[in-house]
């Protein structure tokens, strides 16, 4: 069993930048491709970027490439998400996430979740 935990989130301007966490247990984690979503008030949970198993091969939402990056540090069992240039639009709840297959921008293809961390970007 994996167990993830997010943190990093908080209360920033636009503009700003912000690194996001996920920090998992077990000893799958390098087996793991990984994935973070966000779900914004009032609207479905939305892939944004994810990194495969080996680190190797990355892939993010069209709406946040050139913004977003994800990486990871299998000596730390850790996957981050890095934001620049934060907008308003960019408020959610940030859920990461980790899949034993491929990396992927469906919900239903990932086996364990984190219980999220808030980012609130304001003007």
């Known amino acids: 069993q994996v167990q993830l935990v997010e943190s990093g989130g908080g209360l920033v301007q636009a503009g700003d930048s912000l690194r996001l966490s996920c920090a998992a247990s077990?000893?799958?984690?390098?087996?793991?491709?990984m994935g973070w979503f966000r779900q914004a008030p009032g609207k479905e949970r939305a892939f944004v970027g994810g990194i495969s198993w080996s680190g190797g091969g990355t892939f993010y939402a069209d709406s946040v490439k050139g913004r977003f990056t994800v990486s990871r540090d299998d000596a730390k069992n850790t996957v981050y998400l890095q934001i620049n240039s934060l907008k308003p639009e960019d408020t959610a709840v940030y859920y990461c996430?980790?899949?034993?297959?491929?990396?992927?921008?469906?919900?239903?293809?990932?086996?364990?979740w984190g219980q999220g961390t808030q980012v609130t970007v304001s003007l």
């Open positions: 077990g000893r799958t984690f390098s087996r793991l491709a």
């Open positions: 996430a980790g899949a034993l297959g491929r990396i992927s921008a469906t919900g239903h293809d990932y086996d364990y």
